[in-house]
Nanobody, 123 residues
């Protein structure tokens, strides 16, 4: 059974960096989402098995980078220049098969979810 494990969350000051990791059971399209008490779970970044295409939410462009490890089982989310509004519980999600990045913006696409890792950015 597919199991996802997130790690790398923590507390940083504005402008700091964190690297989140999501370990999956195999090669799958993976998306990162975040959720707060004020906002519904929203798409942050995704990487697809379809030519390893990547995509980002507007709020993440230029600051976050999603990538795969060489073993294809770990997906990273490198977060730079963090802002207080990035504070959230971050989840990784996975789906089998070729999927466009645009489709990955819809959380209903994903069958497998991790438990979340907290990111807190203080001013």
């Amino acid at each position: 059974q597919v199991r996802l494990v997130e790690s790398g969350g923590g507390s940083v000051q504005t402008g700091g960096s964190l690297r989140l990791a999501c370990v999956a059971s195999g090669l799958m399209s993976v998306g990162w989402f975040r959720q707060t008490a004020e906002k519904e779970r929203e798409f942050v970044a995704g990487i697809s098995t379809l030519r390893d295409a990547t995509g980002y939410a507007e709020s993440a462009k230029g600051r976050f980078t999603i990538s795969r490890d060489n073993d294809k089982t770990t997906v990273y989310l490198h977060m730079n220049n963090l802002k207080p509004e990035d504070t959230a519980l971050y989840f990784c999600a996975a789906v089998r098969g070729a999927t466009t990045v645009q489709s990955m913006r819809d959380r209903r696409l994903f069958q497998f979810w991790g438990q979340g890792t907290q990111v807190t950015v203080s001013s």
